[in-house]
């Protein structure tokens, strides 16, 4: 992540997070259903995962903290 900019880091963000939402479907399918049907939901929960866990200096993360 360290050479990564942004933009990029945020389509694979995307893109990962959309498998996991793949994944956990059958265990939490109310959950996916939002994510999948409603777009303001969606945008919300993509960036706050990205917030989350976007870490443009590379540092390693130690219980949750950078």
Known sequence: MLNSDRQNARLESN????AVM???MADNIKLYKQY????DF???????VFNLTYNKEG???VG???
């Open 22 to 24: 793949l994944k956990i």
């Open 15 to 18: 893109h990962v997070l959309s």
């Open 64 to 66: 949750g903290r950078k």
């Open 42 to 48: 969606k945008k919300w929960f993509s960036d706050m």
């Open 59 to 61: 540092k390693t993360l």
């Open 36 to 39: 999948s049907d409603n777009a």
